[in-house]
Nanobody, 116 residues
Framework: QVQLEESGGGLVQAGGSLRLSCAAS????????MGWYRQAPGKEREFVAA????????SYEDSVKGRFTISRDNANNTVYLQMNNLKPEDTAVYYC?????????WGQGTQVTVSS
């Protein structure tokens, strides 16, 4: 079983920055990939960014390109999301997802609120 724990959310003014972390624990081996999704009130969960453990390639949702950066700590099975120039429309619960083998695991989520 794999557990994912997010941290780093909070309240920030527009234009500010936050760094989210997601650490995998339990009976883990290196993931296939890890990523971030978000869900705003009244909306469906959407993809934000992902990183693949082998090679380190990344993928981003268009609205966060150039503002968000995903990175990883291989040794500790941890993924980060550096969020700069935050906008009110970035307000959401951010969820970490890790794919280990053929199974996807989700964290509990961390709230990010951007005030205008």
């Amino acid at each position: 079983q794999v557990q994912l724990e997010e941290s780093g959310g909070g309240l920030v003014q527009a234009g500010g920055s936050l760094r989210l972390s997601c650490a995998a624990s339990g009976r883990t081996f290196s993931p296939y990939n890890m990523g971030w999704y978000r869900q705003a009130p009244g909306k469906e969960r959407e993809f934000v960014a992902a990183i693949w453990w082998t090679g380190g390639s990344t993928s981003y949702e268009d609205s966060v390109k150039g503002r968000f950066t995903i990175s990883r700590d291989n040794a500790n099975n941890t993924v980060y999301l550096q969020m700069n120039n935050l906008k009110p429309e970035d307000t959401a619960v951010y969820y970490c997802k890790g794919t280990f083998g053929a199974i996807g695991y989700w964290g509990q989520g961390t709230q990010v609120t951007v005030s205008s």
